[in-house]
């Protein structure tokens, strides 16, 4: 089972006493069963909070919005790893899978399955403050794959990370998904990156964000990261892209 998203004349106002902010208007937008969608914008365009519209923990919107079938798992993967530093690796992967109501012997079965496939096998044991920031990167991966999501959605995962390490869980990541298909949504600033990673580019405008454009990258799998048609496809998508006034 995967995921379709469905956005439909969407707005979110922030309001702040008398004052308001239109964060996000008139928004239409679908993700289909299995697609990877990057979404790219200038600071502040509204990005993550559709992003976390769509995960569920924003539900002060007006307008459209269907995720489907409603019992569809999801997983969400931010920019910071947030794991409990008072839980090793393989009890902060384990920890969702006991919410789910799997006894402790099998929640950590699990964990150290998925530790095993994002190559932390060996580190199960560790606490996240005996972890590289990649590697708890990776952990946050592990447990964001352990629930076997149907929706993936990641806010700048890899923008706190240096840029090795980064292309590194970029190729992982895909090499991850093509196991089973799923549908993800990946907000992004790195245009490189969303071109390398996705299928399709959605650009938002600024103050309001809005859907400006939407780009196929229609380059087959697997990818190379330094494919020139990845690079033409990066300009075609900065070009739609607004710059604020200074």
């Known amino acids: 089972m995967t995921a379709r998203l469905e956005f439909r004349d969407l707005r979110r106002v922030y309001r702040h006493g008398r004052e308001s902010t239109v964060a996000l208007a008139g928004i239409d937008l679908v993700l289909e069963p299995g697609?990877?969608?990057?979404?790219?914008g200038p600071s502040g365009c509204g990005k993550s909070t559709l992003l976390h519209i769509a995960a569920g923990l924003d539900t002060q919107y007006?307008?459209?919005?269907?995720?489907?079938?409603?019992?569809?798992t999801l997983a969400c993967l931010f920019q910071q790893p947030r794991l409990l530093p008072w839980r090793s690796a393989r009890d902060n992967v384990a920890f969702v899978l006991e919410t789910r109501g799997?006894?402790?012997?099998?929640?950590?079965?699990?964990?150290?399955?998925?530790?095993?496939?994002?190559?932390?096998g060996a580190?199960?044991?560790?606490?996240?403050?005996?972890?590289?920031?990649?590697?708890?990167?990776?952990?946050?991966?592990?447990?964001?794959?352990?629930?076997?999501p149907d929706l993936l959605l990641m806010d700048e995962p890899f923008s706190s990370l240096d840029e090795?390490?980064?292309?590194?869980?970029?190729?992982?990541?895909?090499?991850?998904?093509?196991?089973?298909?799923?549908?993800?949504?990946?907000?992004?600033?790195?245009?490189a990156e969303a071109c390398y990673l996705a299928e399709r580019v959605v650009v938002m405008s600024s103050h309001p964000g809005r859907v400006v454009a939407e780009v196929p990258i229609e380059v087959p799998r697997p990818r190379r990261p330094d494919d020139?048609?990845?690079a033409a496809y990066a300009g075609r998508v900065l070009g739609h892209i607004e710059v604020p006034a200074g």
Do not use: N, W, Y
Not at 35 to 40: E, G, Q, Y
Not at 62 to 72: D, I, L, V
Not at 103 to 117: G, M, Q
Not at 123 to 148: E, H, I, K, N, W
């Open 164 to 191: 090795l390490t980064a292309a590194r869980l970029r190729e992982e990541l895909l090499a991850l998904c093509a196991q089973k298909t799923r549908t993800i949504m990946l907000v992004t600033h790195d245009i």
């Open 62 to 72: 007006e307008g459209g919005f269907a995720r489907e079938p409603a019992g569809a």
């Open 102 to 120: 799997l006894t402790a012997a099998e929640a950590r079965a699990r964990a150290e399955e998925a530790l095993t496939l994002v190559g932390l």
């Open 35 to 40: 697609s990877f969608t990057a979404v790219v």
């Open 228 to 230: 020139p048609r990845l």
């Open 123 to 148: 580190a199960a044991t560790r606490f996240p403050s005996q972890l590289s920031g990649g590697m708890q990167q990776r952990v946050s991966l592990a447990r964001a794959l352990v629930v076997d």
